[in-house]
């Protein structure tokens, strides 16, 4: 074995790769390939023999048989493969490769990737990072590039890399013990319709390990990137190609801003109540204004408050534990890596 691969003769968790959690992906040319990895030396993309499903040994990584490096960060390794994420033992696990596309037609590959530790009081979170090529770099939505150069705590209170799709959280009228905790190690499928749904585990905030697997539709925002529904898949529900006016949207919503929070207590972030008033300010949870915009089935609002520009989805929803449906939205203020 290669001396890089070892330290004083053990595995070497800083550069070399941990080989769990596979995600076998087509790319768009309908090459057949492999992400995988961890925590140690990262996450990393394999090509794959479209007649076998076996490791190509025609693709030559780093086009030698010595690592490749970009400054201090790995790009290439003849056996590890291409990487795209991770290194350095930063946290960072269950990478999840797939390509959506906007209203537009345009695409990108969105890597998920898990960060923090799977319990309850661990902090894991869904990162979300995207690339035009499946060999990446994915960078998240302020440009910070998913491989790292050195040691960092990456996850809690840290939502520099990634954008993180949702933190821990609880709407008012969950009763104790059933808050959502701890998602991660997620998937996306996609239907006929190019409808895209996260799919994930959450814990609880009731001391057990006990998890759910649940399933939020993804949408587009007017930015271009992809935000998951307030409430869990029913059918029948989502986007519309109704054109709403004033007072269909104008009223009193409760908001969740996904927040880092003090994990290891099983905080969440509660709800607040905002307005939104029918000439076009915003008061209560955030301050500012608000615009609508439809076209081609593009549900788009857009809400410019006091802490940012929070771009967001107006989808049709079913609330969770009370079958009562509503409208609703979903978004992201970029500049700060929140969900909305």
Do not use: C
């Given at each position: 074995i290669d001396g890089r691969y070892l330290t004083n003769g053990a595995w070497n968790n800083n550069y070399s790769v941990s080989c769990i959690d596979p995600c076998a992906k087509y790319d768009q040319n309908g090459k057949l390939w492999l992400s995988y990895g961890s925590w140690s030396g990262g996450i990393f993309l394999l090509k794959l023999d479209e007649n076998t499903g076996l490791r190509s040994y025609t693709y030559n990584?780093?086009?030698?048989?010595?690592?490749?490096?970009?400054?201090?960060?790995?790009?290439?390794?003849?056996?590890?493969?291409?990487?795209?994420?991770g290194g350095y033992y930063v946290s960072g696990e269950g990478s999840y490769i797939d390509y959506i596309k906007d209203?537009?037609?345009?695409?990108?590959?969105?890597?998920?990737?898990?960060?923090?530790?799977?319990?309850?009081?661990?902090?894991?979170?869904?990162?979300?990072?995207?690339?035009?090529?499946?060999?990446?770099?994915?960078?998240?939505?302020?440009?910070?590039?998913?491989?790292?150069?050195?040691?960092?705590?990456?996850?809690?209170?840290?939502?520099?890399?990634?954008?993180?799709i949702m933190q821990n959280y609880k709407w008012s009228w969950w009763?104790?013990?059933?808050?959502?905790?701890?998602?991660?190690?997620?998937?996306?499928?996609?239907?006929?319709?190019?409808?895209?749904?996260?799919?994930?585990?959450?814990?609880?905030?009731?001391?057990?390990?006990?998890?759910?697997?649940e399933v939020h539709q993804l949408f587009v925002n007017e930015n271009g990137w992809i935000v998951a529904s307030p409430f869990h898949y029913r059918k029948g529900y989502g986007l519309t190609t109704k054109i709403y006016t004033t007072e269909d949207i104008a009223g009193v919503y409760g908001v969740i801003t996904h927040n880092p929070v003090d994990y290891a207590n099983l905080a969440t972030n509660q709800e607040a109540q905002l307005y939104v008033n029918a000439d076009g300010t915003l008061t209560g949870a955030y301050t500012g204004t608000w615009t609508y915009n439809y076209s081609n089935g593009r549900q788009f609002l857009t809400l410019t408050t006091s802490a940012g520009t929070f771009q967001c989805v107006l989808c049709n929803q079913l609330m969770e534990r009370m079958s009562s449906q509503t409208l609703g939205f979903t978004g992201m203020n970029a500049?700060?890596?929140?969900?909305l």
């Open positions: 990584y780093g086009f030698g048989t010595n690592p490749v490096w970009n400054g201090s960060s790995l790009r290439y390794d003849p056996y590890m493969g291409i990487h795209i994420g209203a537009n037609g345009t695409g990108y590959y969105y890597l998920f990737v898990s960060m923090g530790f799977y319990a309850p009081d661990g902090g894991y979170t869904m990162r979300v990072f995207r690339s035009s090529t499946i060999d990446g770099s994915y960078t998240d939505v302020t440009g910070d590039n998913a491989v790292f150069s050195q040691w960092i705590f990456n996850y809690g209170n840290n939502v520099q890399y990634g954008f993180p009763t104790a013990g059933n808050s959502q905790v701890a998602q991660g190690h997620n998937s996306v499928l996609q239907d006929d319709d190019g409808n895209a749904y996260l799919i994930y585990h959450r814990k609880f905030d009731n001391g057990t390990w006990w998890h759910n697997v500049t700060n890596e929140l969900a």
